[in-house]
């Protein structure tokens, strides 16, 4: 079994900041990949940003330039800096780990519980 803990949501004003944290445990063998996503009320979940565990990342075009993934591969944790927000950044953050439990199982998806970002004044 895995799971995943996120935390950092919050209620923040626009043009503020703030820094999501996902921390992975339980039977890992390897974390293939970790990421972000989004899913605002009556839309879609959406991928908001995305770290492969040789660094390289991915990014929304509606956040680049003003999030940040990155990861501690040490602690199985995922970061998300988040500045500047907009309004519009309002949903529930996501974290997704792709991750195989074994060596010779194959990776697979595995969530968090969702934490809520709110901007609003």
């Known amino acids: 079994q895995v799971q995943l803990v996120e935390s950092g949501g919050g209620l923040v004003q626009p043009g503020g900041s703030l820094r999501l944290s996902c921390a992975a445990s339980?039977?890992?063998?390897?974390?293939?990949?970790m990421g972000w996503y989004r899913q605002a009320p009556e839309k879609q979940r959406e991928l908001v940003a995305a770290i492969t565990s040789g660094g390289s990342t991915n990014y929304a075009d509606s956040v680049k330039g003003r999030f940040t993934i990155s990861r501690d591969n040490a602690k199985n944790t995922v970061y998300l800096q988040m500045n500047n927000l907009k309004p519009e950044d309002t949903a529930v953050y996501y974290c997704?780990?792709?991750?195989?439990?074994?060596?010779?199982?194959?990776?697979?998806?595995?969530w968090g519980q969702g934490t809520q970002v709110t901007v609003s004044s």
């Open positions: 997704n780990g792709y991750i195989r439990t074994g060596w010779s199982r194959p990776a697979s998806d595995y």
């Open positions: 339980g039977t890992i063998y390897r974390i293939n990949a």
